[in-house]
T-cell receptor, first 109, second 113 residues
């Protein structure tokens, strides 16, 4: 079992829909990251969370430390949101990020 | 300046070639990383430099040779690669080597022919 699990693996939505991507992890963490990767491109850090909730524009990220679960929400989705969304966790100490396998989102106009 | 700049963006090389990938950041970050990413897979860590010293080598074959000439630059020297080494190579940096708040470059898409 992977230490970081994301669901769904693939998601197709109509423009304007509210989207939720989930991430569960099984290890102790110091922070959880949501990353965005467009096709063929580099990775953009969207959020780093250690508790609670963060909002940036149409993106909202939440984390429940007790349940070891995080969600990324996109409101009023748009085709330009189409990308792979990756959940990654930082573990305590100088240990590498553990990445989930990503959720491939396609938003159709 | 909150960018990590990688050059070149695309590289095609033969199996007998020697080439280098470059990565640069001017955020004063003291940790820099090389990742390899195959299609539809998450990134895999290759190397970590912490304060210009190699601190993690994830059992990467010696045909990949990292170099950190100074705190702003990170190179990856490539020699005698195999077609299966074709991938997106991502550089990242963070303030310190705790992997928090890493900034990623756009990557170099490498094709070995």
């Amino acid at each position: 079992k992977n230490e970081v699990e994301q669901s769904p693996q693939n998601l197709t939505a109509q423009e304007g829909e509210f989207i939720t991507i989930n991430c569960s992890y099984s290890v102790g963490i110091s922070a959880l990251h949501w990353l965005q990767q467009h096709p063929g491109g580099g990775i953009v850090s969207l959020f780093m969370l250690s508790s609670g909730k963060k909002k940036h524009g149409r993106l909202i990220a939440t984390i429940n430390i007790q349940e070891k679960h995080s969600s990324l929400h996109i409101t009023a989705s748009h085709p330009r949101d189409s990308a792979v969304y990756i959940c990654a966790v930082s573990r305590p100490g100088n240990t590498p990020l553990v990445f989930g396998k990503g959720t491939r989102l396609s938003v159709i106009a | 300046d909150t960018e990590v700049t990688q050059t070149p963006k695309h590289l095609v090389m033969g199996m007998t070639n020697k080439k280098s990938l470059k990565c640069e950041q001017h955020m004063g970050h003291r940790a820099m990383y090389w990742y390899k990413q195959k299609a539809k897979k998450p990134p895999e860590l290759m190397f970590v430099y912490s304060y210009e010293k190699l601190s993690i080598n994830e059992s990467v074959p010696s045909r990949f040779s990292p170099e950190c000439p100074n705190s702003s630059l990170l190179n990856l020297h490539l020699h005698a690669l195999q077609p299966e080494d074709s991938a997106l190579y991502l550089c990242a940096s963070s303030q310190d080597p705790t992997f928090l708040r890493a900034f990623f470059g756009q990557g170099t898409r490498l094709t070995v022919v």
